[in-house]
């Protein structure tokens, strides 16, 4: 149980194009989603928690017009990578919640901009 | 808000020996410490997780123990096997609190020789 699936697990783009990744809690319903970003070597960094049926909150630094994050269901988020630059480039990772405290994470998303 | 710090950043071990993460947080009032582990270009799995009204949890051989008065709980390994190497994280959060998110530790990348 509690299996969370991303889509892609991989895309490379064009500089100034838009990217969407899928989220998707399998076996239990989302009530929150947490979208991070990771580089390498480094730690998980959150980019902004979403509830579904409402806006998202988004971490101070990250701009919400240009990674548009979106829960119409409690089973799927997207996050939209809008306007897609080479510093964008990155590993985007979903989690997900029900009720409890407890976060579990998607595979993650290798997103690269040429 | 809360900070943790996990130690050490990398840790090499021989099949079969022991291994041991720690991390001390900031906020007192936190109450959940999940630990994540994470292969190369995969997302964070949930291993264990301990909440503030327990001292340990074991799981085969698994184990994590909490110190609420010094704020720090720690992550045992034993008879650690090649497929263990990965890298850890630990996390804490304060439940209940409405918007409550994990901060997680830098990391441990742990390294298991044959």
């Known amino acids: 149980g509690a299996v969370v699936s991303q889509h892609p697990s991989w895309v490379i783009c064009k500089s100034g194009t838009s990217v969407k990744i899928e989220c998707r809690s399998l076996?239990?319903?989302?009530?929150?989603m947490f979208w991070y970003r990771q580089f390498p070597k480094q730690s998980l960094m959150l980019m902004a928690t979403s509830n579904e049926g409402s806006k998202a909150t988004y971490e101070q630094g990250v701009e919400k017009d240009k990674f548009l994050i979106n829960h119409a269901s409690l089973t799927l988020s997207t996050l939209t990578v809008t306007s897609a630059h080479p510093e964008d480039s990155s590993f985007y990772i979903c989690?997900?919640?029900?009720?409890?405290?407890?976060?579990?994470f998607g595979p993650g998303t290798r997103l690269t901009v040429l | 808000g809360e900070n943790v710090e996990q130690h050490p950043s990398t840790l090499s071990v021989q099949e079969g020996d022991s291994a041991v993460i720690k991390c001390t947080y900031s906020?007192?009032?936190?109450?959940?410490f999940p630990w994540y582990k994470q292969e190369l270009g995969k997302g964070p799995q949930l291993i264990i997780d301990?909440?503030?009204?327990?001292g340990e949890k074991k799981d085969q051989r698994i184990a994590v123990t909490l110190n609420k008065t010094a704020k720090h709980f720690s992550l045992h390994i034993t008879e650690t096997q090649p497929e263990d190497s990965a890298v850890y994280f630990c996390a804490a959060i304060l439940r209940g609190s409405g918007y409550s998110t994990l901060t997680f530790g830098k990391g441990t990348m742990l390294l298991v020789s044959p």
């Open positions: 906020d007192s009032a936190s109450n959940y």
């Open positions: 076996d239990f319903q989302a009530t929150t």
């Open positions: 301990i909440r503030s009204n327990v």
């Open positions: 989690s997900a919640r029900e009720w409890g405290d407890t976060q579990y």
